[in-house]
């Protein structure tokens, strides 16, 4: 029986390998212009995915709100590498602001790294609707407001790719992450829906799941065990997306923990958790 049971498994475990890495592949990436755009782009995960796409040749249109740690990264870079745009991009008014700017310096990305967000621990026995849109505003609207800017723009171009950083938490929502692990759900989600609707138009919606990364976001985690660096983390994600991924979970210790607790009581998960 028990070897049964492990014949199933590894069965299934070859299936999902056979059809994540040959058959439900992304997209080859338009390497037309060489022109990509990073959100977040002035810390963490953001400033390392900047830095390793110039590494790979590319020019990186860098946006942030903070423009003054943008401009520091553009020193160290250089400025023909690395463009800046400031832009708070949980507002949408300054999301279409900033992509026609892009669009009248004739800078044609083909490549999106939907990265910032937020990520506040919520407080004890309360839930905050506030908090709860102030989340969706950037993690989801602000994700989705570029995507809508720069949809036309791939299929004049000939197709590009979306690249969403979600969360492990998507696996598995933690007490005090109802908001955080919600806006994570809902960007899977509709990047799913997306890469079908546009399957025949060669364009990518890719979504990456991040576990603890050493980031200033990372307030309460510090003791978490194989948490990675934020550099570490962008160059995982920068190689499976070259390697079309439809998903990228650069913490394969942290997915299989949250898949698993969707099948352990909720009362033997609290005692875990705490």
Known sequence: MKHSFLSFLIFLFIIYYVSTKFINTAPIINETTKICLVTGASS??????????????WKVIGIARNFEKLQDIQKEVGSNNFITYKCNISDFEQ?????????????????FFLNAGTGDIEAKNKISVESHKKTFDTN?????????EWIDSLKELGGGTFVATSSVLFFYALPETAAYSASKA?????????RLKYIDENIGFVIALPGPVDTPMLKNGQ???????????????????????NQIEPAWFYSAILRLLNWIPDRWVLKVVK
């Open 95 to 111: 999301i279409k602001k900033v992509s026609q700017e892009i669009k009248t310096n004739n800078l044609k990305p083909t490549l």
């Open 223 to 245: 003791n978490l065990p194989f948490k990675q660096t934020a550099k570490k983390c962008a160059q995982y994600m920068v190689d499976q997306t070259f390697n079309r991924s």
């Open 186 to 194: 809902a960007i899977n989600m509709c990047f799913q829906s997306l």
């Open 44 to 57: 963490g995960i953001g400033e390392q995915l900047s830095k390793c796409m110039i590494k790979k040749g």
């Open 140 to 148: 989801y609207f602000g994700t989705i407001g570029f995507v809508q």
